[in-house]
């Protein structure tokens, strides 16, 4: 059921008036700051603003939170959807969030206050995954419909249409640091290449036994990191179209995966309850954070790298990486 529903959701996939909680966890491990109650339900998206002050989390409630990242203070609920919440990023410019629902909505709404400032249409199912360019100017989203398309995210223009050439759900995105890349993964166990400007595929990237669930570029632009069903993570050579290295030690699908923002690390959710932090130069395994009680479906880190939010059923927790 897990693979099935949750899994798929970090690919695809409060009531207002009720009080959220958090409360400091016990010490299971000396990175643990926090362990967060608010969603009632699985938490399928988070993401930490560029100032890491706060983060926002996305769930299958069908709602969307703000919470002080230093503190653990629930903040607001920023917005009810009528259907999960399974994708969600920050403005580089910290006062939006974009949003992507299981229903197929996309929009930008203010971040301090939650109002809508942008809806797009375009998406015909599920929309999985959703990332604003490192310039703020631009929007991408993948979905269901086997697309992904990159926004104006000033007015709302549809792009750009990247079809990924195969009956299978875009799962993933990235852009590269300087925007001039795009990186998807999808159901069909593939990595693309995406020429930003033209639209145009410059590579498929093939190495994994089942489907790409995360993928994601190092601040270098020169690696991308990816993660999937077959419990490994994938480290590729961006020029060579290659793979570097395979890690290994996840005993369950790999759900998400992140560098540190000085690229010498990388950050891994699993279905085994577990994340797991890994040396980006040699592979080797640096860390192993437990606690949660079911799947971690998401993670975010932090800007400064100090920070690592992770979600769960009904819990997230804020670990302290430095």
């Not at 006062?95 to 301090?112: H, M, N, S, Y």
């Not at 631009?138 to 195969?166: F, I, K």
């Not at 590729?236 to 010498?264: C, M, Q, Y």
Request: charged residues 25%; aromatic residues 8%.
């Amino acid at each position: 059921m897990i693979r099935t529903v949750a899994s798929f959701v970090v690919c695809w996939f409060v009531v207002f008036g009720v009080a959220l909680t958090s409360t400091v966890a016990q010490a299971e491990s000396p990175a643990l700051l926090y362990s967060l109650r608010g969603h009632d339900r699985w938490v399928l998206s988070v993401a930490i603003s560029p100032g890491g002050d706060w983060f926002a989390s996305g769930g299958d409630d069908q709602t969307l939170k703000t919470w002080n990242l230093q503190t653990g203070k629930a903040l607001n609920t920023l917005r009810q959807y009528d259907s999960a919440v399974t994708a969600i990023a920050i403005h580089p410019d910290g006062k939006q969030i974009a949003v992507g629902t299981w229903d197929g909505d996309l929009e930008i709404c203010d971040a301090p206050s939650g109002k809508v400032r942008r809806r797009f249409a375009g998406h015909a199912e599920s929309i999985m995954t959703v990332r604003f360019d490192p310039s703020g100017k631009y929007l991408a989203s993948g979905g269901a419909d086997d697309t992904l398309v990159v926004w104006d995210a000033g007015d709302g223009a549809r792009l750009l249409t990247l079809e990924q050439g195969n009956e299978y759900d875009v799962t993933t995105a990235d852009w590269s640091p300087d925007g001039k890349r795009i990186v998807t993964g999808d159901g069909e166990n593939e990595l693309k290449l995406w020429d930003a400007d033209s639209g145009e595929e410059i590579e498929t990237l093939q190495g994994h036994a089942e489907t790409v669930t995360s993928a994601a570029f190092s601040p270098s632009g020169q690696q991308i990191v990816s993660g999937s069903w077959d419990d490994t993570l994938q480290l590729w050579n961006v020029e060579k179209g290659e793979v570097v290295r395979t890690l290994r030690g996840h005993t369950s699908d790999i759900t998400a995966v992140a560098f540190t923002p000085d690229g010498l690390s990388i950050v891994s959710a699993s279905e085994d309850k577990t994340l797991r932090i890994w040396n980006a130069k040699t592979g080797q395994p640096a860390a192993k954070l437990a606690g949660h009680r079911d799947s971690v479906l998401c993670l975010a880190v932090g800007p400064d790298a100090r920070y690592l939010v992770s979600g769960s059923k009904e819990e997230l927790r804020v670990w302290k990486l430095r």
